[in-house]
């Protein structure tokens, strides 16, 4: 499904979320902490077209690597020359070709809830952060607020399956989108997932509304 819609991925992202998407990634770099480790090794995990590595690739002060880890290659494709120390890897987030601590930190945005195994993937970024690293997850969630969850579903549910047909030709990736957010864990279940795989200081925040979340745990 991301191969085939990789080529209009970057330009419905930021259609469907009138640009917010980006916010949101910006959000979740600063959670990084990465200042801490500025010329750290960071991984992006289920990077698809490397935007959120890029986002922290091209902070002024970052002189680290960023790895774009994510088995689809021609999403990885999409990400090139976006930014000069974000590294694309072709790889499973399942069973990750990294040594043990090997990064001062990870993220990963609208990745998550993609994985066969949700359990096996949180417990692969905690191998592979080192003692004190954080990891940082984006996801979308719905709004808590009825009226504002109302307008929300109708759009999620309804036009932006519509929308998303007929700008990638895909029958089925974005009406997969709004199901496999419904079906996901909610925030503080997720939040629970992260903490069942080792991370500690775990929490998280709502952004836009509460139609995403931004986590956060510390290896
Ligand atoms: C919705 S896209 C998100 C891409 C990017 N992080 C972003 O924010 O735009 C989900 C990505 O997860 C990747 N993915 C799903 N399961 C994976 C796995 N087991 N290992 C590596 N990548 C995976 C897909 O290939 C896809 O590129």
Redo the contacts with the bound molecule.
Sequence with gaps: M?TAIAPR?DFL?HLLSLNV?RSW?RAAVRRLAWERTPDGTYL??????L??AATLAREPAFGGRVVG????VP?LARGKGKAARARPVA????TLPFADSRFDGAM????VR???DLDA?LREAHRVLRPGARFVV?EFTTPRFAPLRAVYMFYFRRLLPAIGRAVSKHRDAYTYLPESVLEFPDPDAFARRLSGAGFGAVGYELLTGGICALHHGTR
């Design positions: 991301f991925y992202n998407d990634r992006d995990l289920c990077a698809g077209t935007d959120l880890a994510d088995f689809v999403m790889a499973d987030a399942l990963c945005a609208f990745g993609n994985l066969a993937g984006l």
